[in-house]
């Protein structure tokens, strides 16, 4: 069982859902993020989304790519990234860790490192998880077969236009959880029609067996409770990458830190 599933295994059992925030590997400054991802456990992460910052991210809305250009200035790229887990790992073995990114990365590491060396490397640093945005389910089944003899989980976007045949495609190969895209478009936009993820997800769930996370517009308490009544795991990234992006050190981890605690203590009072 990865670390991944037996979060969520646990989380289910006491009647909890999983707190997910994201935020980019190296930004705001370059050396911040195990320090970052150590806050955030301790303010009530139950996995943490770590982005790799890439140059062409067709997913993400202006907050994250910016957070993303920033980090590449500082030389962040997918062997830094691996490097900070294993920093974050040095004192914590207990948090899963999901790599959130595009295949160009991943495939520029195995051409300079060798076949299957992104696979390799990610479990050696203790990577939990991936969520490749542009890998097709039906496109992907060796390496998710791959990355599951690693002990690793592979992850899969959803969204309000998926058809009920790409569900079932996601279902065949998705592992740990699957990340259903609240809104139509990139991170950050728009604004969330709550009733409309509660009707999508019967649908969803009809497919797939694992537990489900909503992301894309979650940007407080009050939308992080709405969506927990009816998904199993929140994830919010571009708040936190909004709220931190202007500041120091120090006060970014403590603003992060801040932030989730007061989701988290809000998810616990309604899941009381």
Same mark, same amino acid.
């Given at each position: 069982m990865s670390r991944i599933e037996a979060t969520l295994q646990a989380l289910k059992a006491q009647g909890r859902k999983a707190l997910i925030p994201y935020v980019t590997a190296g930004f705001p400054q370059a050396d911040i993020t195990p320090d970052l991802m150590h806050?955030?456990?301790a303010a009530g992460a139950d996995? =943490?989304?770590?982005?790799? $910052?890439?140059?062409? $991210?067709m997913a993400d809305g202006p907050v994250i790519q910016r957070a993303g250009e920033k980090a590449l200035t500082f030389?962040?790229?997918?062997?830094?990234?691996?490097a900070m887990v294993k920093t974050f790992r040095e004192r914590d073995n207990r948090t899963p860790v999901v790599l959130m990114g595009y295949a160009n990365p991943v495939e520029r590491y195995d051409q300079k490192h060798g076949d299957n060396a992104f696979i390799r490397d990610a479990a050696a640093s203790g990577v939990d998880g991936v969520l490749i945005v542009d890998y097709p389910p039906e496109e992907c089944r060796d390496f998710?077969?791959?990355?599951k003899a690693a002990g690793l989980d592979l992850i899969f976007l959803l969204a309000p236009t998926s058809t009920d045949e790409r569900i079932q495609? #996601?279902?065949? #190969?998705?592992?740990? &959880?699957? &990340? &259903?895209?609240s809104l139509k478009g990139v991170t950050g936009a728009g604004h969330l029609d709550t009733d409309a993820v509660e009707a999508a997800l019967p649908k969803?769930?009809?497919?797939v067996k694992i537990p489900v996370g909503v992301g894309f517009g979650i940007r407080d308490a009050?939308?992080?409770?709405?969506?927990?009544? #009816?998904?199993?795991?929140?994830? =919010?990234?571009?708040? =936190?990458i909004q709220l931190i992006e202007d500041l120091p050190r120090e006060e970014a981890i403590a603003q992060c830190s801040s932030f989730l605690a007061g989701v988290r203590s809000a998810l616990n009072q309604s899941q009381a």
């Open positions: 806050a955030m456990a996995i =943490i989304e770590l982005g790799v $910052p890439f140059s062409d $991210p030389g962040i790229g997918t062997a830094q990234v691996l998710a077969t791959r990355l495609q #996601v279902a065949e #190969v998705a592992t740990g &959880y699957v &990340y &259903y895209v969803i769930r009809k497919h009050q939308t992080a409770v709405a969506v927990s009544r #009816v998904a199993d795991a929140v994830v =919010i990234g571009s708040k =936190i």
